[in-house]
């Protein structure tokens, strides 16, 4: 049997997932968003992490419930482990239900992204559209989630995500055709979501918008965090000053 952590157990997980170099991780681990699931209420040997489709798996795969924890999903899931153990187990259980493919994780360090740089993307905003730091009314928009489900769906509302996210939004004729979000939030920073209207790419559109979320989190001393699903987005952040640090094995699970 599997238990839901409460926030004062998940602090007491961080030890189990102190190899993960996720903020994701973190911000569920100190209690802003999504659940924990765990063996043993006092004394836990194995743990799962759910904040939206991302699901992290650490602890003994050993253990009775790690198969249980393993089929406690979300529609559509990007689980990630640190152990061959765990992915030999998620390739086991979940097999001929699975994509293992590489995202990428860069280093985290704000000294990394400059200013002045970001100053200068922010200039190149093509004629006809218009940048706008997403509010009550832009959040509820329906093109804005025309474009990426993820942009406020972590939070527990709109108002809950301008009280507590950030974003910024492009729009063209009174819709939105690009935006940067906080996908999720931890003490020191955020993790960015950002996606582009297909009509409306290769105009720099994405570079614009994050260039304006990251200034914003680092104006407010906040960490803008960027975990790269593919190359066109690893070669972003690289472009807007992000290290790469390594791959990593992911597995979407349907």
Not at 100 to 124: P, T, V
Not at 159 to 167: A, E, L, M, W
Not at 228 to 234: D, H
């Amino acid at each position: 049997m599997i238990y839901k952590a409460d926030n004062k157990l998940r602090k007491k997980l961080l030890p189990m997932f102190e190899e993960f170099d996720s903020t994701v991780v973190l911000s569920c681990l100190q209690g802003h968003m999504g659940t924990a699931w765990v063996d043993d209420l006092n004394k836990p040997t194995v743990a799962q992490l759910i904040v939206g489709i991302f699901v992290f798996y650490a602890g003994n795969s050993k253990a009775k419930e790690s198969d249980e924890l393993l089929y406690n999903l979300p529609d559509f899931t990007l689980a990630i482990a640190n152990t061959e153990e765990w992915k030999e187990k998620i390739e086991s259980v979940h097999k001929g239900y699975f994509e293992k493919f590489q995202r990428f994780e860069f280093h985290k360090n704000s000294s990394h992204l400059n200013k002045a740089d970001l100053n200068e993307y922010l200039k190149q905003i093509p004629e006809g559209y218009k940048l706008v730091q997403i509010d009550s009314q832009i959040a509820k928009d329906p093109t804005l989630h025309g474009l990426s489900e993820d942009f406020i769906s972590q939070f527990n509302s709109v108002n809950d995500f301008v009280k507590r996210g950030i974003g910024f939004a492009i729009l063209k004729e009174g819709e939105i055709v690009c935006g940067a979000t906080s996908y999720s939030i931890f003490d020191d920073g955020i993790e960015i979501e950002i996606a582009t209207h297909p009509n409306h790419r290769r105009k720099g559109l994405a570079t614009i918008a994050a260039s304006a979320l990251i200034k914003e989190c680092l104006n407010r001393d906040l960490y803008p965090s960027w975990d790269g699903a593919n190359f066109e987005s690893a070669r972003l952040a690289e472009k807007l000053g992000y290290q790469l640090k390594t791959t990593y094995d992911t597995y979407f699970i349907e």
